[in-house]
């Protein structure tokens, strides 16, 4: 199968605001905080009477604010009109088969969707899901496992979702983030650090109030971290009407995480009306004081782009700089989401699967580079498919576009989605995602990019878990839901290899409903930079 995989590189339109905008952020700690050891709970959890857990619709990611207001004096003439440049069209060639590929968890008929996520450390991988959480080794076997509220419970959170984990290559220690208690005054921000590269021992966990006026709730966290910072976004929506309120930056001290004597949840808290999804960098930069984030933003009288905002400072007074600058394309504008819910085909049916909307997944800092994926609804205007879009981004001084590409199939018959993005020491990037067609059942992909491939391109699709079986399952709802996201990191054992966690549709048992499935797959980068650095030798970066 070959697939559009990229396209030409595009000049840059790119630009610092005529007045940067600075949030002042308060101070916080946590409400609850507990002490955990997660195999000796998994191992409480087993010994309990198996009881019938109940069936979970997670809501879909709830809408931004629309079109971002765009500050006086911002104009789409004043941006430069640089001339699209035309390469040379470039056979595309295969991307490397998995060297190794197996299942993360399976679906347990309790929750839609799996709301996918997982991370590797240097001998573990975990998977965190909207019902499960599991730690594994290297080669699937698992080690540990129990559902998301118990892993929670502790500190007094039942109704779990939206959890994200990572594992902190600069300090050896694992992330795990989750919303609790949506469309609820007793909504709550959940974080989790292990206290041990080994994720099966002990963890501090905390819960933060996520609005002490109980007027909003908290949704969809994105996370990211460097050296001195672990930082969370959530969107915050009115409990009374859903409405949009504002977006919310927890900047948490990450010295106090981790200080397993005396762990607390000490945090500056920036709040924005001028921002959606607002995820923050991955920093590979072991040395950088400065904490990246992108968002995605359009307005009718500009091109689309995505905005880059900052946090700086010493860590307790840090700021907060909002809409720094902005980075787009003229001439390939997108559609932040479908014309309908149920959007995707599949394979031997007429139901359709949920694609949600173009919203940032994730961000990587890496080589003085920023890099992001998300999905792009195509084309604008008369939208007939999904694909996946990926950016690289210089910030500084003027954030400005090295390049940008698309994983699409222009002839409509396969659509991507859910992406997520990692780049390794060498420069190669992968991209993990989620594949649907009328001729295949939903399943788990990748495309590669090795550092010297043409600008703008990736490798050939490939499929490394095909979908089993058609799927549709709304718990008597009427969205068939997919996603919401999905995770690929390079491997912290070498800093080459990749590892990406996505979901499938897998063969259901009989009992009347369908079942997803995710899937782990390990790829190793053929290329001669990633092959230098596997064997320890300099390589030009």
């Known amino acids: 199968m070959r697939l559009k995989s990229g396209f030409a590189l595009l000049l840059l339109c790119g630009l610092t605001l005529p007045a940067t905008a600075q949030v002042r952020g308060a101070r916080g700690t946590h409400m609850r905080s507990a002490v955990i050891n997660f195999r000796e709970l998994a191992r409480q959890q087993a010994q309990r009477p198996a009881g019938v857990r109940g069936k979970k619709v997670d809501h879909p990611p709830m809408p931004g604010p629309g079109k971002f207001r765009v500050p006086a004096g911002v104009r789409g003439t004043d941006f430069p009109r640089a001339a699209t440049v035309a390469a040379a069209p470039v056979p595309l060639v295969a991307s490397p088969n998995p060297a190794v590929n197996f299942l993360a968890l399976p679906d347990s008929n309790t929750s839609i969707p799996p709301d996918t996520h997982g991370a590797v450390g240097p001998n573990h991988l975990m998977v965190v899901l909207n019902t499960d959480v599991a730690v594994q080794d290297r080669t699937g076997a698992y080690l540990s496992a129990m559902p998301l509220e118990s892993f929670w419970n502790s500190v007094g959170s039942p109704d779990t979702f939206d959890p994200k984990v990572l594992y902190d290559h600069l300090s050896g220690r694992w992330m795990f983030t989750a919303m609790a208690n949506s469309r609820s005054a007793n909504s709550a921000v959940l974080m989790g650090v292990s206290q041990t590269n080994d994720p099966t021992g002990a963890w501090n966990l905390f819960s933060i109030d996520a609005d002490a006026t109980d007027v909003n709730w908290a949704d969809y966290p994105s996370m990211g971290y460097n050296k001195d910072w672990i930082v969370v976004n959530v969107n915050m929506f009115a409990v009374s009407n859903n409405a949009f309120a504002d977006t919310k930056l927890y900047?948490?001290?990450k010295a106090d995480l981790y200080n397993n004597a005396a762990p607390a949840a000490t945090h500056t808290l920036f709040t924005t009306a001028n921002g959606f999804t607002l995820?923050?960098?991955?920093?590979y930069d072991a040395a950088l004081a400065t904490m990246y984030l992108i968002d995605e933003g359009w307005s009718d009288n500009i091109t689309d782009f995505v905005r880059i905002a900052t946090i700086t400072g010493t860590v307790g007074t840090e700021v907060f700089t909002e809409m720094g600058g902005f980075v787009g394309v003229n001439g390939t504008r997108w559609a932040g989401g479908p014309p309908i819910d149920n959007w995707a085909p599949q394979q031997n049916t007429a139901n359709k699967i949920m694609n949600n909307d173009s919203r940032i997944q994730n961000v990587v800092y890496r080589n003085d580079r920023l890099w992001t994926a998300h999905s792009v609804f195509l084309p604008l205007g008369?939208?007939?498919?999904?694909?996946?879009?990926?950016?690289?981004?210089?910030?500084?001084?003027?954030?400005?576009?090295?390049?940008?590409?698309?994983?699409?199939?222009?002839?409509?018959?396969?659509?991507f989605a859910y992406p997520s993005i990692a780049v390794n020491s060498a420069g190669d990037a992968l991209i993990g995602f989620s594949s649907f067609s009328a001729t295949q059942f939903a399943s788990a992909s990748y495309a590669f990019r090795a550092a010297a491939d043409a600008a703008g391109t990736t490798r050939d699709v490939l499929t490394f878990k095909a979908g089993e079986a058609t799927y549709f399952k709304t718990f008597s709802g009427s969205r068939n839901r997919w996603g919401d996201y999905s995770n690929t990191v390079v491997d912290p054992a070498n800093d080459t290899d990749f590892w990406t966690i996505q979901e499938y549709a897998a063969t259901p048992p009989g009992d009347g409903f369908d079942r997803w499935g995710t899937w782990w797959a390990k790829v190793v980068p053929s290329g001669a930079a990633a092959t230098k650095k596997r064997e320890g030798q300099t390589t030009s970066e």
């Open 251 to 253: 900047v948490f001290k």
């Open 279 to 283: 995820v923050p960098a991955i920093t």
């Open 382 to 415: 008369g939208v007939t498919r999904t694909g996946v879009q990926w950016w690289e981004i210089d910030p500084t001084p003027t954030p400005s576009l090295v390049q940008r590409g698309r994983i699409e199939d222009a002839t409509n018959a396969f659509f």
